[in-house]
């Protein structure tokens, strides 16, 4: 129902993939394919780039089950803490460095701990990747103290990219907010962390990036639902009042965002 949905236009040349940058040969097997961005971060923070893999594949198998789509799941996977996940325990795994192939994939998740900077290069791909109708879910993730590291630099990013006050506060008006799922309620699911609301860089009328403080992947990760909820005594900064379900809520309202735009 869904299908492969490729960007309009290839993107500009890159290098051969480097170690750790995994375009699956079974790409086009499924109905969509989610890929995390590898990248670089603050070292003395312990959630990098490939922090919990688990809540992707959670959101994946939702997905799944909500509008019945073939989706490519990885056995074995449970939420654990600290680490993160290899290569292996992803659909996919792009570099900004290497543009060649991120126009196989409409939609991107990044997330991390710590600050991070981009080079020229990175820079250019991105921008480029989405000015070409891609889209990058950036979502900061606090799980083992406070800080909003990942979402300053995120938002820096895109307002030196895109320009002073090209970061817009998106209302619950906003479809992501309704199309599966009615969330226009609670609006952003807040797992933990400090809210500084939803926030997306728009391309015309199309929501291009969507920069999150909520650490709505924790919320992914939280299949078991013991550890994020209006019911669970939370051991993190932040209480956050939703979990599992709004988290992954929230998930499968973007992917369908995209997939129809």
Known sequence: ?????????????????????????????????????KFDSDRSVVDGWNIQP?????????????????????????????????????????????????????????TAGGHYSFNDAQKENFKHYLEQGGFVLMDDCVA???????????????????????VKMISTGHEIFHNIYDLSRIGLPYIQGTNWGPRGIFIEDRLAVFLTSTDIHCGWAD??????????????????????NEAIKMGINLIMYVLSH
């Open 1 to 37: 129902m869904l299908g492969t949905v490729a960007l309009p236009a290839a993107l500009p040349a890159g290098r051969s993939a480097p170690a750790g940058h995994t375009i699956p040969p079974d790409l086009h097997d499924y109905d969509f394919f989610m890929a995390r961005v």
């Open 54 to 110: 688990a809540g992707d594949n959670y959101l994946l198998d939702e997905l799944r089950k909500a509008v019945r789509c073939q989706v490519k799941l990885i056995p074995g996977l449970r939420r654990s803490r600290p680490g993160g996940g290899s290569v292996n325990h992803f659909n996919a795994v792009v570099d900004f460095n290497y543009a060649d192939d991120l126009h196989k994939f409409p939609f991107l998740f990044m």
């Open 144 to 166: 083992h103290g406070p800080g909003d590291f990942f979402y300053h630099s995120s938002y820096q990013l895109l307002e030196h990219l895109f320009g002073q006050g090209a």
């Open 223 to 244: 299949r078991t639902q013991t550890w994020f909820g209006p019911n669970v005594t939370r051991r993190f900064g932040g209480r956050g009042i939703h979990g599992y």
